[in-house]
């Protein structure tokens, strides 16, 4: 069946620090890859995605690159703010058995200190 | 863009009472909504899938008798927590495709509501 890892948070950074998030996946056939923020107390909200091999998604100076080689989604920033603390979850949508239902990582929070 | 909004934000209800919580996507069509529940500092669980003018489909180890789903319309899907009992106290979030659901659709999440039972 479909799976996403994350790396185990929480990840601590110092304002303006370069941020990696990693994320590693199994699917059948040709997922679609996903990253989604939640800041404290409230919903998903989508930042980020690519639907094939070799796309670069793009947000906010957020971008993960759709690895089909190492199955693999890494979040990537060149300097992280104190609002970007939040917690991260890597996803992906494949069609299995007909549907489209997302699958989760557990999400890794990230706090940047000032 | 798409939004899709949850009604209440939060709750705060006695043990064995009913909370019904309420989806909408409020500029698009949804015949798909999903709920999931999300424990502290954990992932988000599917508890079901809502499909319009159908029965929703629940996860294993989801009680649908507990977890009442109703999808009436083509923006409104409501989850009822029937005799609601402390340890169903979490963060219930909905979210809906816009489009027909297809892996490269984009899933909108509600703000989640935040179920109290004491």
């Known amino acids: 069946g479909n799976s996403v890892t994350q790396m185990e948070g929480p990840v601590t950074l110092s304002e303006e620090a370069f941020l990696t998030i990693n994320c590693t996946y199994t699917?059948?056939?040709?997922?679609?890859l996903f990253w989604y923020v939640q800041y404290p107390g409230e919903g998903l909200q989508l930042l980020l995605k690519a639907t094939k091999a070799d796309d670069k998604g793009s947000n906010k100076g957020f971008e993960a690159t759709y690895r089909k080689e190492t199955t693999s989604f890494h979040l990537e920033k060149g300097s992280v703010q104190v609002s970007d603390s939040a917690v991260y979850f890597c996803?992906?949508?494949?069609?299995?058995?007909?549907?489209?239902?997302?699958?989760f990582g557990r999400g890794t929070s990230l706090i940047v200190h000032p | 863009g798409a939004v899709v909004s949850q009604h209440p934000s939060w709750v705060i209800c006695k043990s064995g009472t009913s909370v019904k919580i309420e989806c909408r996507s409020l500029d698009f069509q949804a015949t798909t909504m999903f709920w999931y529940r999300q424990f502290p500092k954990q992932s988000l669980m599917l508890m079901a899938t809502s499909n319009e003018g159908s029965k929703a489909t629940y996860e294993q180890g989801v009680e649908k008798d507990k977890f009442l789903i109703n999808h009436a319309s083509l923006t409104l899907s409501t989850l009822t927590v029937t005799s609601a009992h402390p340890e169903d106290s979490s963060f219930y979030i909905c979210?809906?495709?816009?489009?027909?659901?297809?892996?490269?659709?984009?899933?909108?999440f509600g703000p989640g509501t935040r179920l109290t039972v004491l």
């Open positions: 699917a059948t056939g040709y997922p679609s």
């Open positions: 996803a992906l949508r494949s069609a299995s058995g007909g549907s489209y239902i997302p699958t």
């Open positions: 979210s809906a495709y816009r489009g027909r659901g297809t892996s490269t659709d984009t899933q909108y």
